[in-house]
């Protein structure tokens, strides 16, 4: 079976999907597709991802978008390592972390929302700043709260080892100081996040080092 990764070095739905795949050993093909030059919206693209957005993973045909949906798929398809606990509040737990991400801080501040703001609404960039730094801190708020409940040695967001969460944490982080964002009051976060970022399957995923990085 051939698999390949339809991906942007920056996206960070795509760097989410690049970890689950180094996690699990998963060996892949990568296909840039570069998001500033709308090559997402191509007609070739959009036949084989309707919704026009990366990332989209393909084996030998059978197409999915959006990172939450490939990740738990690699995840049931791929069962070692698990990114989801053993148990069903525990695994809702994860979920939700990784959900506050997925559905509340990075669909308010992905490229197409930035660019919007900027053209037909006419924010400058220091408008669009503003905008960031506001809803990264406004998610990052409860989710601090929730790593320190739920961390069980403040290397992971929920109990010992790396879960779905975690997968999704770095990328944010990552996003939120390209933004230059202020986290000192997230010291929960921030030292999770830093630490996973060290282990090789984060590294490997990182946006600098992928084939396409500018």
Same mark, same amino acid.
């Given at each position: ?30 296909? !840039? ?16 991802? %309707? ?27 791929? %069962?070692? !390592? !698990? ?36 053209? !037909? ?85 990182? %946006?600098?080092?992928? %084939?396409?990085?500018?």
């Amino acid at each position: 079976m051939t698999t390949r990764l339809y991906t942007f070095w920056r996206s960070s739905a795509a760097y989410r999907v690049r970890i689950a795949l180094a996690l699990k050993g998963i060996a892949h093909e990568q296909v !840039p597709t570069h998001l500033g030059r709308d090559e997402q919206r191509g007609a070739q693209y959009l036949d084989r991802n %309707p919704q026009g957005l990366v990332p989209a993973l393909d084996e030998d045909g059978f197409v999915l978008g959006e990172s939450m949906a490939i990740i738990e798929y690699l995840d049931e398809t791929h %069962p070692a !390592p !698990p990114l989801l606990p053993a148990d069903a509040r525990g695994r809702a737990i994860v979920r939700s972390m990784a959900q506050s991400i997925a559905c509340d801080i990075h669909p308010l501040n992905n490229l197409r929302v930035l660019n919007y703001l900027k053209g !037909p609404l006419g924010q400058d960039q220091d408008g669009v700043n503003r905008w960031y730094r506001h809803w990264i801190a406004a998610g990052f708020e409860g989710l601090e709260m929730l790593a320190q409940r739920y961390s069980a040695d403040g290397a992971h967001l929920y109990g010992d080892r790396v879960t779905l969460a975690d997968v999704l944490l770095v990328p944010q982080l990552y996003n939120a100081r390209r933004f230059q964002c202020d986290l000192s009051g997230f010291p929960a976060l921030t030292a999770i996040g830093d630490g996973l970022a060290r282990l090789p399957a984060f590294a490997a995923a990182a %946006p600098e080092v992928q %084939p396409d990085a500018e």
